[in-house]
């Protein structure tokens, strides 16, 4: 998948924690994908947080200040938006049990990759950045990794951080 496919996918990953810890489960784990690029196994986020959680990109004026923009989750068409409405309509339904396709992280990723590999993202949020990599095969840590906006990204695999 692209790069703007894979920060959808990653985010509908987020949304599992989120509306189950809203519903009243605790102790959750907290997954982590481990994609292909390449020839390479990494661990990345494809976007970063502020303190609210929601996705956000940084950018220079050209007064040379530093902005953070919060990407768009309300409308129809704000990618954001249609991440959420996808999962909520597999899995938001009162009699869903999220929590059990959650626990399972072979199941998890299946369905992700079901729903999400090719999602049609409309939204450009700038430069593409990987974030926080890590490569399995050598143990190199990078603080971020600019990549080519054609650069494939494969899930193969969740870890859980805890």
């Known amino acids: 998948m692209k790069f703007r ?28 994908i481990i994609w292909r690029v ?17 996705p956000f990109t940084k950018h220079v004026r050209s007064d040379g200040e530093v902005i953070s923009n919060t990407w768009a989750v309300d409308g129809e068409e704000s990618d954001l ?12 339904q009162p009699f869903d049990n999220p929590y059990a396709i959650y626990s399972a992280p072979s199941l998890l990723l299946s369905e992700l990759v079901h729903h999400y590999s090719n999602l049609d ?32 990204l494969m899930p193969v695999s969740l870890i859980s951080e805890n």
Do not use: C
Request: glycine share 6%.
């Open 5 to 32: 496919q894979a920060q959808m996918f990653e985010y509908a990953l987020s949304i599992f924690p989120e509306r189950l810890s809203q519903n009243g489960a605790t102790g959750l784990p907290t997954y982590k």
């Open 38 to 54: 390449g020839n390479e196994l990494i661990v990345a986020n494809t976007y970063q947080v502020n303190s609210s959680n929601t």
């Open 81 to 92: 938006y249609r991440t959420r409405k996808i999962w909520f309509d597999n899995y938001g």
């Open 121 to 152: 993202v409309k939204e450009n949020t700038g430069e593409n950045i990987l974030f926080n990599i890590k490569y399995l095969k050598s143990n190199t840590e990078l603080p971020f990794l600019m990549i080519d906006s054609d650069a494939e």
